[in-house]
């Protein structure tokens, strides 16, 4: 065939390729006066194109199946994370912690609280039910007539089991666990051979380190359709199981998030026979989720790949618990050589809880134990609890009522919409950064009628503050403040600029608020006429720092027992520290729109 110049192999668009296969028929000798429209060749013509689209677009999506980054299949995904050693987090159960209070028809021993062994709760209009994990003996040597047990561990879920018969005879046997709503955590494996005269438990490694050909162990990995699988050793890395034992592998199903929140639990039946049965809860369902996202194994799997288990950078540490702990929302890692003063030998902590809730002592205990193992042994890692600072945006919009059919509601709703998306997708994370000019332009942009606008921002902490009470406050902004602003007098005009201030509160009968001097004092201020008037000096302030110091602070009354301390600086972006979350709450927003017209 001989070359042909206007071969063109890039398009794909239909039209376009129709368009090419007649450009190389023409410059052919035999097609060079030809009338293709109308004729059967179009009709070929059109057969070929539609084929060349199809086989196309089947092409790029089985390129795009190939790599991690760009597979959208969830089984690729899977399967890409497989290669890299990656097994994606299941369903996890609710755990909830209760005390059980057991009146004996007649004085006992012991009382076993089985595994099994259910409570059933409710949140909103959906029945759950917990289980205990595993055998629990309740001893009662004193002979009491009460029986307690306390600080019960309760899991969500219902026990299911899957049972194989081992068949070295068939060419390809899986043991694959049924339920996708599996909680992998909770996975038991027993294996009975020689015709049920030897029954073993085989326990979950990810490590093929101090095996041998007798250990009984498996792994897990994940399987097509969302679930997973588990394999055995070959005799040389983990036991071998002998042809025809009984596989049972036992494991919870789940609800996933549903239960989270859960705070009454009763009893299903009686407990080892006893049917006087309370319980009290010590700490409501929480920790539940579904299965790890497609976006999260695109981002964590490789991650994993890198830290093999270990932590050694504060990356490592942060993968880690991200990928074993489904309840962690965000978390900072950061060295104890970062903080003032230096504190060598330490790594600091801190994790965000998608409840919003603050990681409980028991919670940090259990992160600790899991990362000792992992990480050197002349590193302690420390819990510190997230720093929540919050952005007051102020912003005041013009818009062209001459450009739209909307009202000043309708705009303001867009403006409104806008902060909260920037809010959404930049902010409520660990190192995060308020860009003023970004944020400034998502406003302007969220209507074409919009002309221009003006932003200010506040930082601000929230201190609960019970009324009649003394408290010692001390918050940090973290951050420096750009103290440039005049010195304030003991009484000075409301409008004077100034650094720190407050939401209102009652102070001797009196409204009042906080208010910095400009040489560090923190006061209590009144309005008196068009001034501002001092009523006690009550603090100090590091402008160095923004570490912000209140003795003995007592109020009459303060609306939610909430005070909201503002810092203002001339700096218009905001940078989080190492554990400080920024967010836009939505109560912190405030738009003021002016129509104007606009003949432009």
Not at 99 to 106: A, G, K, L, M, S
Not at 260 to 282: K, R
Not at 400 to 414: A, G, H, I, M
Request: proline share 4%; hydrophobic share 40%.
């Amino acid at each position: 065939m001989p070359s042909n110049s206007s071969l063109n192999l890039v398009p794909l668009d239909f039209d376009e390729l129709k368009a090419s296969f007649k450009a190389f028929l023409k410059a052919q000798p035999i097609f060079s006066d030809y009338n293709f429209e109308g004729s059967n060749l179009s009709v070929l013509l059109d057969l070929l194109a539609y084929n060349t689209v199809q086989l196309g677009v089947y092409a790029n999506f089985l390129a795009s199946e190939q790599f991690l980054d760009s597979a959208q299949l969830k089984d690729s995904i899977i399967s890409h994370a497989k290669e890299l050693n990656y097994l994606p987090r299941s369903f996890r159960s609710a755990v909830a912690k209760v005390n059980v209070r057991i009146i004996p028809d007649t004085i006992v021993e012991n009382i076993l609280i089985a595994k099994g062994t259910s409570f059933s709760t409710r949140v909103g209009s959906n029945s759950f039910s917990f289980t205990v994990p595993e055998n629990t003996v309740i001893s009662n040597r004193e002979g009491a007539n009460t029986v307690y047990a306390n600080n019960l561990l309760i899991y969500e879920g219902s026990y299911v089991v899957d049972q194989y018969v081992l068949d070295y005879s068939l060419p390809v046997q899986r043991f694959v666990i049924t339920n996708p709503t599996v909680d992998t955590s909770s996975i038991a494996v027993t294996i009975t051979e020689d015709s049920g005269s030897k029954t073993s438990n085989y326990f979950p490694v990810d490590s093929t380190y101090g095996l041998n050909g007798q250990s009984n162990v498996y792994f897990l990995q994940a399987a097509e359709g969302e679930k997973y699988e588990i394999l055995f050793g070959d005799g040389v890395i983990g036991h071998r199981p002998k042809n025809g034992a009984t596989i049972v592998i036992e494991y919870r199903a789940t609800s996933g998030q549903l239960p989270n929140g859960a705070q009454a639990f009763f009893s299903d039946g009686p407990i080892d026979g006893q049917s006087d049965i309370s319980v009290a809860t010590v700490n409501g369902a929480n920790g539940g989720s579904v299965s790890e996202s497609l976006d999260s194994i695109r981002v964590n799997a490789p991650r994993f790949f890198q830290t093999q288990e270990r932590a050694v950078t504060t990356s490592d540490y942060e993968t880690l618990l991200l990928q074993n702990f489904s309840d962690l929302q965000a978390v900072s890692v950061y060295g104890g050589e970062e903080v003032t003063p230096p504190q060598f030998g330490l790594v600091f902590i801190s994790a965000d809880v998608k409840s919003g809730d603050v990681l409980t002592t028991s919670e940090k205990e259990n992160l600790i134990q899991f990362l000792k193992v992992r990480a050197p042994v002349s590193i302690s890692p420390i819990f510190v609890d997230p720093e929540f600072t919050f952005i007051d945006v102020i912003a005041n919009v013009n818009y062209s009522f001459t450009k739209t059919s909307l009202s000043p509601n309708d705009v303001k709703t867009l403006v409104v919409s806008a902060i909260q998306e920037y809010n959404n997708n930049n902010l409520k994370i660990f190192k995060a950064k308020i860009r003023y000019s970004r944020l400034l332009e998502l406003i302007d942009n969220s209507h074409a009628s919009i002309i221009s606008s003006s932003l200010r921002l506040r930082l601000s902490k929230r201190v609960e503050i019970p009324g009649n009470t003394k408290q010692n406050i001390i918050i940090n902004f973290g951050q420096s403040f750009d103290n440039s602003f005049a010195k304030l007098d003991p009484v000075h005009p409301i409008d004077f600029d100034k650094i720190i201030s407050s939401s209102r509160f009652i102070y001797n009968g009196s409204g009042a608020e906080l208010e910095d001097d400009g040489n560090g004092i923190i006061r209590i201020v009144t309005v008196d006429g068009t001034d501002f008037k001092t009523l006690a000096n009550i603090g100090t302030i590091n402008y160095s720092t923004g570490e912000i110091i209140i003795n003995t602070f007592t109020v009459d009354f303060i609306e939610n027992e909430l005070l909201k301390i503002y810092a203002e600086d001339k700096v218009n972006d905001v940078i989080a520290g190492k554990n400080v979350i920024l967010e836009i709450a939505d109560d912190d927003i405030t738009v003021s729109i002016t129509p104007v017209k606009d003949l432009s």
